[in-house]
């Protein structure tokens, strides 16, 4: 089993805007509504930077807004945020933020050996504001769960627990 350094968050409007203020749009979208950003960061005892990457997570059982393209979620809604809406139109449909992500979760891209400490100051840093928690996540067995069940099970849940947080 191999367990690799994460730390979350919450998903608000907050978080959503020092996303898009640090590291600018994703670099990809799925249409399972993961926003995935990857982004260098100087981490204690490492010469070089170590990618990090930042992915957020739609709640269980989401589905892609009708009317709007998997790849124009991110800007629909971070225009709207920064307006400070409540509520988001997205395609023809209004939603609130936590039917459209729930959980941003980091970790290092290709495993490098980094303490879940050092990741989360770091990401702390980025993002400017406290994680919810930080810890160490088994990915293999998350990743073999989601395809053995073509993504049937809460993987933002199932990451909580593994880092025994209970979800507000």
Not at 118 to 126: D, G, I, K, M
Request: net charge negative; glycine share 8%.
């Amino acid at each position: 089993m191999s367990r690799d350094p994460t730390c979350v968050f919450d998903v608000d409007a907050d978080l959503l805007r020092a996303l898009e203020a640090a590291l600018g749009p994703p670099i990809d979208s799925y249409l399972n509504g993961w926003q995935v950003w990857l982004e260098p960061a100087q981490l204690p005892g490492h010469a070089e930077p170590v990618e990090l990457e930042y992915r957020l997570h739609p709640p269980h059982g989401f589905s892609q807004p009708a009317g709007l393209s998997h790849h124009d979620l991110w800007d629909t809604v971070i225009q709207q945020v920064t307006e400070d809406a409540v509520d988001v139109e997205v395609g023809r449909e209004t939603r609130r933020l936590h039917q459209l992500w729930v959980l941003l979760e980091v970790y290092p891209t290709y495993r490098e050996p980094v303490t879940a400490e050092h990741l989360r100051a770091a990401v702390e840093e980025v993002l400017g504001r406290s994680s919810l928690a930080a810890g160490y996540v088994d990915h293999d067995a998350l990743g073999a769960r989601w395809k053995r069940t073509k993504g049937g099970f809460d993987l933002p849940g199932a990451i909580r627990a593994e880092l025994e947080v209970v979800a507000g």
